[in-house]
């Protein structure tokens, strides 16, 4: 009769209306509500600093740190902005490369964020929530809500 109402975001499961009803119920529960935020829309600011909104768009769509093979959960990383922001571009009449939107922005632990600042190790978002990272040895790996893969099939060398 009732169908799913929500997510646990640890569980990452939906439960059912009654269960939700019976958590209200009981006085030890604190129950947070907050607005649905569609992973798939695009959300900008022109500002570095991320905003709330944005910020729980993140956590909902990547739900872990988005490194390969990492399970810190989203809300104990960082945002980062995948293409660094330009803080001079707006002054100098730039267009901004690094802008704080939905499709720039990705949770990454401080470890992660770390590693991604300071070494070779880069990445892209090639679809919201689908990552492809290239290791400082070149390797190739896609992160998605399923998990993470390899992905560095050498190509096949064009000799026709
Ligand atoms: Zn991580």
Known sequence: M??????????QRLVLLDQVMGWCGDSRT???????????????TPAYEIPDRIR????LRDRTCVFPWCTRPARR?????IVEFDHDAEAEGRPQPGPTATH???????Y????????????????PGVFEWTSLHGH?????????TRIDEPEPPDRH
């Not at 990383?77 to 902005?81: A, I, L, Q, S, T």
């Not at 720039?104 to 401080?110: F, M, Q, S, T, Y």
């Not at 600042?117 to 978002?125: D, G, H, I, V």
């Open 104 to 110: 720039n922005l990705a949770a990454l632990c401080r």
């Open 77 to 81: 990383c960082d945002v980062d902005h």
């Open 2 to 11: 009732f169908g799913p109402t929500g997510r646990m975001e640890n569980g």
């Open 140 to 148: 190739r790996y896609r992160r998605d809500r399923t998990g993470t």
């Open 30 to 44: 604190k129950v947070t509500i907050k607005p649905v935020i569609d992973p798939n829309v695009e959300l900008s």
């Open 112 to 127: 992660h964020h770390r590693l991604k600042t300071f070494t070779p190790w880069r990445y892209r978002m090639v679809e």
């Open 56 to 59: 729980e768009q993140i956590m």
